[in-house]
């Protein structure tokens, strides 16, 4: 054989030897591959499995929901009154209390009634309810909000509602078509308000306006005090001061004597004495009286005069 002949057989062992081993290695690889591929596509199932696993849905009518559902109107509410109330006193320049719109928007009874399905629950377990929702509102801040409406030359609360397809029962506002979704998330029961309710803008409205009527009020009051107190100040220190004068004690006027009782002629003793005085007093001619004199004192008030003479 000869040495070409020699080479050419080494090369062609070494060549298959290669070919063997790179067959060996493409052969390994694509056992790997394919069991790559294999696990790949059972994470996938598993990941596809989960999500298809999802919690049952929760009932819209579940006293959980329910409960959650007033927790979430009523920190909607207590937010939109915030805001008003809060552009209402700045265009005022006024200031409003602390927690004084908490306390109001914790008077408002929220109820739900009539609660069903509008929506299955989709992919996420989460599904969509509709229920009649109401919102009792106290009478003082109805009357107190429509004041502050009409001032503002706004629209009726009657007008809004009857655009908003809201309707009122005496001081309940109730609005029958009412949007809200449910589902579990982390295990926790979620409650969620759909969109923008105009329900709850209209009582926050009406909360924010009785907020700031109030405040103007006792504003407008404790200004009237410090006008009071201010014009009271001004008269004390202007008016003169009286001095207290000398008072001379009158005299009492003395109390009126008694008149004397009239003196009476007694009879004569005898027809001979009454006789004699007849023909006496016949015999003398009469002479006038002589005026009594009157008294120039000035302090008597009255001067009794007894006549004698006079018959009484």
């Given at each position: 054989?000869?040495?070409a002949n020699i080479?050419?057989?080494?090369?062609?062992?070494?060549?298959?030897?290669?070919?063997?081993?790179?067959?060996a290695?493409?052969?390994?690889?694509?056992?790997d591959?394919?069991?790559?591929?294999?696990q790949?596509?059972?994470?996938?199932q598993?990941?596809?499995d989960?999500?298809?696993?999802?919690?049952?849905?929760?009932?819209?009518d579940?006293?959980?929901?329910?409960?959650?559902?007033?927790?979430?109107?009523?920190?909607?509410?207590?937010q939109?009154?915030?805001s008003?109330?809060a552009?209402?006193?700045?265009?005022?320049?006024i200031?409003?209390?602390n927690?004084?719109?908490?306390?109001?928007?914790?008077?408002?009874?929220?109820?739900?009634?009539?609660?069903?399905?509008l929506?299955?629950a989709?992919?996420n377990?989460?599904t969509?309810?509709?229920?009649s929702v109401?919102?009792t509102?106290p009478?003082e801040d109805?009357?107190?909000?429509?004041?502050?409406?009409?001032?503002?030359?706004?629209?009726?609360?009657?007008?809004?509602l009857?655009?908003?397809?809201?309707r009122?029962?005496?001081?309940?506002?109730?609005?029958?078509?009412?949007?809200?979704?449910?589902?579990t998330?982390?295990?926790?029961?979620?409650?969620?308000?759909a969109g923008?309710?105009?329900?709850?803008?209209?009582?926050?409205d009406?909360?924010?306006?009785?907020v700031f009527?109030?405040?103007?009020d006792?504003?407008?009051a404790?200004?009237?005090?410090?006008?009071?107190a201010?014009?009271?100040?001004?008269?004390?220190?202007?008016?003169?001061?009286?001095?207290?004068?000398?008072?001379?004690?009158?005299?009492?006027?003395r109390p009126?004597?008694?008149?004397?009782?009239?003196?009476?002629?007694?009879?004569?003793?005898?027809?001979n004495?009454?006789?004699?005085n007849?023909q006496?007093?016949?015999?003398?001619?009469?002479?006038?009286?002589?005026p009594?004199?009157?008294p120039?004192?000035?302090?008597?008030d009255?001067?009794i005069?007894?006549?004698?003479?006079?018959?009484?």
């Amino acid at each position: 054989m000869s040495v070409a002949n020699i080479s050419l057989s080494k090369w062609h062992k070494v060549a298959g030897i290669g070919l063997v081993c790179g067959l060996a290695l493409a052969g390994c690889d694509r056992s790997d591959k394919e069991d790559t591929t294999e696990q790949a596509e059972l994470t996938e199932q598993e990941t596809v499995d989960a999500e298809n696993s999802v919690a049952p849905a929760i009932s819209c009518d579940d006293p959980m929901v329910q409960d959650r559902l007033k927790s979430a109107l009523k920190n909607t509410l207590n937010q939109q009154a915030q805001s008003l109330a809060a552009n209402y006193a700045n265009d005022a320049e006024i200031s409003l209390a602390n927690g004084v719109v908490s306390e109001k928007t914790n008077g408002v009874v929220i109820d739900v009634q009539n609660a069903a399905i509008l929506q299955q629950a989709n992919e996420n377990g989460m599904t969509t309810c509709q229920a009649s929702v109401s919102m009792t509102i106290p009478s003082e801040d109805l009357y107190q909000a429509s004041q502050v409406q009409a001032a503002n030359n706004q629209p009726s609360l009657q007008s809004r509602l009857a655009q908003d397809n809201i309707r009122i029962n005496n001081n309940m506002l109730v609005d029958d078509a009412f949007t809200y979704i449910v589902g579990t998330q982390g295990g926790q029961v979620r409650t969620r308000i759909a969109g923008q309710p105009a329900l709850i803008t209209v009582v926050a409205d009406v909360m924010a306006g009785s907020v700031f009527k109030t405040a103007m009020d006792e504003q407008r009051a404790q200004r009237a005090a410090e006008r009071r107190a201010t014009q009271n100040n001004d008269t004390a220190q202007t008016a003169p001061i009286r001095q207290p004068r000398t008072v001379t004690p009158v005299e009492p006027i003395r109390p009126t004597e008694p008149t004397p009782p009239p003196t009476i002629n007694k009879p004569a003793e005898s027809q001979n004495s009454s006789t004699a005085n007849t023909q006496a007093d016949a015999a003398e001619p009469s002479k006038p009286a002589t005026p009594k004199a009157v008294p120039k004192d000035e302090t008597i008030d009255m001067v009794i005069i007894e006549d004698n003479s006079a018959t009484y």
